[in-house]
């Protein structure tokens, strides 16, 4: 089965800078890549996510890009700003059609003002 | 606005005693997911009802159950609850079909004591 790996589980960052969380997968034919944020007694919320035919995508401050050469993609969130600190959630569906997520283990963002 | 709606968003339950969770959707999705959630971990997908079809994971305990009497709404019932099923559950959604990216909106989710 498909198997996601996050790196890191913790990271701080002063406001006004840049954070990047990475993410690998095994399964090539995982096709679809959601990023989740969630903040603390609240469930996770989809911020961003990217389809296997596209190698960039950005939404305002947020960013994600795929490598599906090397099987990874990534999260950059700059001008990070108090209200982005949460666990961020990457994921990965394994086949077209399958309707089950795989998650990673999460990061725990912390923006420090 | 269109939404996952889970009730209650706290429970608190004795060791033993039968619990169950609701699920509600507005989004008229196909798909219903129910997510274990420990403390710093993430979701853990316990089953999942495509329309009608249930489908449960291999490693999903046996006090765990689900119904789906219609559309909207899904519940999970745990039978006997022990103090390693106290957590967070989530309850998601998806369009489904065999052509469609299956984006997942989730609900509050609700915390389960257990005492």
């Known amino acids: 089965g498909e198997n996601v790996e996050q790196h890191p589980s913790t990271l701080s960052v002063q406001e006004g800078d840049s954070a990047v969380i990475k993410c690998t997968y095994s399964?090539?034919?995982?096709?679809?890549f959601p990023w989740y944020k969630q903040e603390l007694g609240k469930g996770p919320q989809l911020i961003i996510d990217i389809r296997s035919n596209v190698g960039e995508k950005k939404d305002q401050r947020i960013a994600v890009t795929l490598n599906k050469t090397a099987k990874h993609f990534s999260l950059h969130i700059t001008e990070t700003q108090p209200e982005d600190s949460a666990v961020y959630f990457c994921?990965?569906?394994?086949?077209?059609?399958?309707?089950?997520?795989?998650f990673g283990t999460g990061t725990r963002l912390t923006i420090i003002p | 606005d269109a939404m996952v709606i889970q009730n209650p968003r706290y429970q608190v339950t004795q060791f033993g005693k039968p619990v169950t969770l609701s699920c509600s959707q507005t989004?008229?999705?196909?798909?219903m997911y129910w997510y274990q959630q420990k403390s710093s971990q993430a979701p853990k997908l316990l089953f999942h009802y495509y329309d009608k079809d249930f489908n449960n994971e291999a490693d999903t305990p046996d006090n765990f159950q689900s119904r789906r009497p219609n559309t909207s709404f899904c519940f999970l019932d745990i039978r006997s609850p022990g103090l390693g099923d106290a957590a967070m559950y989530l309850c998601a959604t998806s369009r489904g079909g065999a052509v469609t990216y299956n984006e997942q909106f989730f609900g509050p989710g609700t915390r389960l004591t257990v005492l």
């Open positions: 994921a990965a569906l394994p086949n077209f059609g399958n309707e089950k997520l795989t």
């Open positions: 399964d090539s034919a995982s096709n679809y």
């Open positions: 989004l008229n999705h196909n798909v």
